[in-house]
Structure formats: C-alpha cells, structure tokens
T-cell receptor, first 113, second 115 residues
C-alpha cells in the first residue's frame, strides 16, 4: 500500500512535443505529491509539487494533473526540449509525521532534436 | 535558496575501512534530514531519517551499526559507512526538509566505490 507505480519506464519524444508521465498510488493518506528531475550523476531536483485539494498545477512548461478519485497523478512537459532529457521521479508522502517520500520507479525521458 | 551540499562528491576506499559523508543545508535550517542510496538506473531507496539532536530512524533491512548517522546540528548530518565492502559501493544522496514547508531538497550525491 506504500507503493507508487510510475509509467512508462522510458519515453522518447520529439522536440516541441508533449511528454506525459503517469503515477498511481494506493495509500489514501498521501497528501503531498512532488515530481523530481535527475540528471546522470546528480541529485534529484524538485520540479513541481501538488496537494490533493487542487486538480492541476502549472509552473512554466510543467503541469501536474491530479485525479484524487482515481488515485493518479501525471506530469506534462509542454514544448519538450533536448535539455529536458533526464530521469523523472514522482513521489508521495504524508504531510504529518516523518514525511518520508515514497518514490516511483522513475522514467527515463529522451527528447530528440 | 534551499541549497544542500554533500562532501565528498566521490570517494574510493579499500575494503574494511570507514568513510564519512557530510550533508549540509547551506541557506536554511533542516529539522529533518534523510539519507538515500541509489543503484544505477534504479529509484532512490530511503535508508534512514534523522532529526537534529535525536537518534536516526532506520528503514527495515538497513544495518544501523554499519551505516552510522549523526545529525549534529540543524545544518549538518553525517553518514559513516563502517567496515565498507564492495557491495556498499553506490550513490548516496541526502535530502533536507526546512522547518516550514513540506519540500525535501536533495544534495548532489556522493559516489562511493569500495575496492
């Protein structure tokens, strides 16, 4: 019940296209859902995060869509650029207690020029 | 803002020796710090959670006598890998959570190679 399932495992998108990565969770106590971007040999960087009281959050070219009833959330990258090529991780946590993050398996995104 | 540093960025040590990795929050006070390890092409695996001034809480399956964690201040946590073996070779990453807010900010990671 602590798992976060992420798909696809890898994704190739043409420059200028929309990249979409999906995550699903089981634990309804989760109430904080961040996305992280990781380049090879580097630590993850926080991209954008959402709480379940909103269905969508947009920051620049990055948008999180959240479906509380389906227990799913997704990351959309608009106008994808070669510099967006990285591994993306979704995560979930509870905002009380230890606030440990449960990570998805990761998606390796490649943007072709 | 919200910068976390790690030192060293990479280290090579001989089997049986100990290695200390430092994690610092540079521009905020971190009530909680987390330590992860990551194998190539895999997700992050939480090892332990530490709060300033108290003992770390280890995840199931993580040997607390092997991976010693000290959260000495609100800006510094250290991970010591004791009696390192080749199977301890991995990418170790820390994260820090500020007093206010829910975000976790990650360090750049430390690549440990045990020969």
């Amino acid at each position: 019940q602590q798992q976060v399932k992420q798909s696809p495992q890898s994704l190739i998108v043409q420059k200028g296209g929309i990249s979409i990565i999906n995550c699903a969770y089981e634990n309804t106590a989760f109430d904080y859902f961040p996305w992280y971007q990781q380049f090879p040999g580097k630590g993850p960087a926080l991209l954008i995060a959402i709480r379940p009281d909103v269905s969508e959050k947009k920051e620049g070219r990055f948008t999180i869509s959240f479906n509380k009833s389906a227990k799913q959330f997704s990351l959309h990258i608009m106008d994808s650029q070669p510099g967006d090529s990285a591994t993306y991780f979704c995560a979930a946590s509870m905002m009380i207690g230890a606030q440990k993050l449960v990570f998805g398996q990761g998606t390796r995104l490649t943007i072709n020029p | 803002g919200a910068v976390v540093s790690q030192h060293p960025s990479w280290v090579i040590c001989k089997s049986g020796t100990s290695v200390k990795i430092e994690c610092r929050s540079l521009d905020f006070q971190a009530t909680t710090m987390f330590w992860y390890r990551q194998f190539p092409k895999q997700s992050l695996m939480l090892m332990a959670t530490s709060n300033e001034g108290s003992k770390a809480t280890y995840e199931q399956g993580v040997e607390k006598d092997k991976f010693l964690i000290n959260h000495a201040s609100l800006t510094l946590s250290t991970l010591t890998v004791t009696s390192a073996h080749p199977e301890d070779s991995s990418f170790y990453i820390c994260s820090a959570r500020p007093r206010v807010g829910y975000e976790q900010y990650f360090g750049p990671g430390t690549r440990l190679t045990v020969t």
